[in-house]
């Protein structure tokens, strides 16, 4: 069955893999080679991947290894652009229309690039901190989701430039989170829903308001329909 339209996500990672190559392709460009630790049966050019939570497009597949081709926006706004090869990464393909959405929505599009700013063994989990730009930080919300180079993880506690969720031994056997070290960096994705609220409320209260435009979604709609 065919990846849904537009190209999503769960952020539940598929397999841990090695960055094998990267070049230049001109113009800023560069292209990737990946080798993932499992065989992507199915997978065809042209299909969307996540690596370390960046929607990209597979140009080249080869049972497990699979080429890329990163723009400059990519390199500058992800951690792609310092990304080196030997690196481990997370992969995750498209959802397709029959699988189970067992994490969150995740569109592969990076909001921000975090910091890790502390790391706390707590029990059986490590309870990580991110410091995180202050632009993206109304769209954290404490219990909420969040992907983090592609892993879809819930919020500990938050606040303005900052963030903590738990990892807990399974996540960090199965991902990069558990060998990411303090002062590392990492894509973050916040949960799509938050923007489309904003989005929705802004149109509310401006946009509609100057073009006296009447919406039928509202924050009574939002919280009886369960967003807010």
């Avoid at 397709?96 to 921000?112: N, P």
Wanted: hydrophobic content about 40%; overall charge neutral; glycine content about 12%.
């Amino acid at each position: 069955m065919k990846d849904i339209s537009g190209d999503m996500f769960t952020g539940i990672i598929e397999s841990l893999g090695d960055i094998k190559m990267i070049r230049s392709t001109g113009r800023g460009g560069k292209r990737f080679a990946v080798e993932a630790d499992i065989k992507l049966d199915g997978t065809d050019i042209g299909e969307s991947i996540a690596v370390n939570g960046a929607c990209l497009t597979v140009v080249e597949i080869d049972a497990k290894r699979f080429e890329v081709d990163v723009s400059p926006e990519t390199l500058e706004k992800t951690t792609l652009g310092n990304a080196r090869t030997g690196e481990r990464v997370n992969i995750e393909r498209a959802m397709r229309l029959s699988d189970r959405l067992d994490g969150h929505l995740v569109s592969g599009h990076i909001d921000g690039v975090g910091t890790i700013t502390g790391k706390k063994i707590t029990g059986n989990a490590v309870i990580i901190t991110f410091g995180i730009p202050v632009s993206i930080s109304r769209y954290v919300i404490k219990k909420g989701s969040v992907a983090v180079d592609g892993v879809s993880l819930t919020v500990n506690n938050c606040d303005e430039g900052w963030f903590d969720v738990s990892i807990i031994p399974h996540t960090a056997r199965l991902t990069t989170m558990g060998i990411k070290r303090e002062g590392g960096f990492v894509n973050i994705e916040t949960d799509m829903i938050g923007r489309y609220v904003e989005r929705f409320v802004g149109l509310q209260s401006g946009d509609n308001k100057k073009k006296d435009v009447k919406s039928s979604i509202d924050m009574a709609f939002l919280a009886k329909t369960g967003y807010l």
